[in-house]
């Protein structure tokens, strides 16, 4: 029998709610022991009592919902109860109790897995989901509620048709070899899926770039505002600032969303020649890390420090006059982080470089979907040489059920366990 299982839904602390959920085929009766009077409608919010030994633990809206309409394909109930930490420990430990009803706590990602084994999640709708309760920018929350819908389903039974009806023609010719059958054109095919495929490869490529965020360095000689310019884009005082030169040591960043992209500014050390010890561990550090960084804003105070910083200005590097409130005398465009000034056009600058995402729907946004996609490429370029040099249909046949294999993985119908260990410890339990 399926275990019945309970967690906290909603983060632990005080707070006006808290979320109480049991998922499984105990769950009604565990919820006909704790209520007194009629058994709430399904999917109707019904305000209850939560009772026990006599004693009134708690006044709570239950709502229940039918393994049909439930999200983990099982009877499930959510306690609405209020956020005090008694009233949380109380219930769960009465859940525990031995003449309760048969539960255990949840573990990680626990209610989701129950929605995927149900049926009501394929995997890369799971993987959607983990993504959807990590998304911090509105880019991140458009991709991950798109996958989590099954858009991206959508695109992978389409390319699966394709390889399908390939492998029937394939074993048609082998059943059926004396009879008059009417071909497909396979190599046409095998093409119109590689463009498909090849597309979703290279956009994952810019879409990369937009989950994981980038950087963007801060540098110049000491006292020219980097910091200030930092305390400026971060809108709070992140570094100190003084008219003493050297006053950054360590590296100190301010995180922004720019287009729907987290950028992440580092305030680095001004760059010099210097006796102080730590200054220069500081300095050592700042150019092993800029040299990995998406771009740089390089702020000077005459044209002359670009040559005496030591760095090769790259691609996509910006050059800017500081402390354009005290003049400028350079062919740069000037900012100041004390006034604001020229700080809209650095941000205009910078949005040039963002790789920009037309398409919304159908983006694959992880490595294990990216892998599943690479192999079934893989399996198409071994179909389109095979068919190229005549190779018996047998051995394209099984290549071909290979790619439906790839395909089938990249869903989660089959070979899952490992993954879905992997992918469940990014959840949180309650989930």
């Avoid at 005290?326 to 004390?338: A, P």
């Avoid at 946004?365 to 071994?382: A, F, S, Y």
């Amino acid at each position: 029998m399926k275990d019945t299982i309970f967690a906290l839904s909603t983060a632990p602390g005080v707070s006006a709610l808290a979320v109480l959920r049991i998922s499984g085929p105990n769950a009604f009766s565990a919820l006909e022991k704790i209520i007194k009077g009629d058994f709430p409608a399904p999917r109707v919010a019904t305000l209850k009592k939560i009772v026990w030994g006599g004693d009134v633990i708690d006044e709570c809206i239950v709502l229940c919902f039918n393994s049909s309409s439930s999200f983990t394909g099982e009877q499930v109930v959510e306690l609405q109860i209020h956020g005090s930490q008694a009233v949380i420990k109380k219930i769960c430990a009465i859940f525990l109790e031995k003449d309760f009803v048969n539960l255990r706590p949840a573990e990680e990602g626990e209610f989701t897995r129950q929605a995927f084994y149900n049926g009501k999640l394929n995997l890369t709708q799971v993987e959607g989901l983990a993504e959807l309760l990590s998304a911090e920018t509105e880019t991140q929350r458009k991709w991950s509620i798109d996958t989590y819908s099954g858009t991206l389903s959508k695109d992978i039974n389409k390319w699966r048709d394709i390889l399908t009806e390939i492998l029937s023609d394939f074993e048609a010719n082998i059943d059926f070899s004396d009879e008059d059958i009417e071909p497909i054109n396979v190599s046409g095919k095998i093409d119109e899926l590689m463009v498909l495929m090849k597309e979703k490869e290279d956009m994952y490529k810019r879409v990369r770039v937009i989950k994981n965020g980038i950087e963007i360095a801060i540098i110049g000689p000491p006292n020219v505002g980097k910091s200030t310019l930092l305390n400026r884009l971060g809108n709070r005082k992140l570094a100190l600032t003084s008219e003493i030169a050297g006053t950054t040591r360590d590296i100190i960043e301010a995180k922004l969303e720019i287009k729907g992209i987290h950028v992440t500014f580092l305030d680095t050390a001004g760059l010099r020649e210097t006796n102080d010890i730590l200054e220069s561990e500081g300095i050592a550090l700042v150019k092993e890390r800029i040299n990995k960084v998406f771009s740089r804003v390089i702020l000077i105070n005459e044209e002359k420090d670009i040559d005496e910083l030591g760095v090769a200005i790259k691609e996509k590097d910006m050059v800017f006059k500081s402390k354009v409130d005290k003049g400028n005398h350079t062919k740069y465009k000037g900012l100041s982080g004390k006034t604001g000034r020229g700080v809209s056009e650095l941000i205009n600058e910078i949005e040039k470089f963002l790789p920009n995402i037309n398409r919304v729907s159908g983006i694959i946004t992880d490595e294990r979907q990216i892998k599943k996609v690479k192999e079934t490429k893989g399996v198409l370029k071994i179909l389109k040489k095979g068919l190229e040099k005549g190779e018996e249909i047998e051995i394209l046949a099984e290549e071909c059920r290979r790619g439906v294999r790839f395909l089938d993985e990249l869903e989660g119908k089959i070979d899952t366990e490992l993954v879905l260990g992997n992918i469940f410890r990014k959840f949180c339990i309650g989930k």
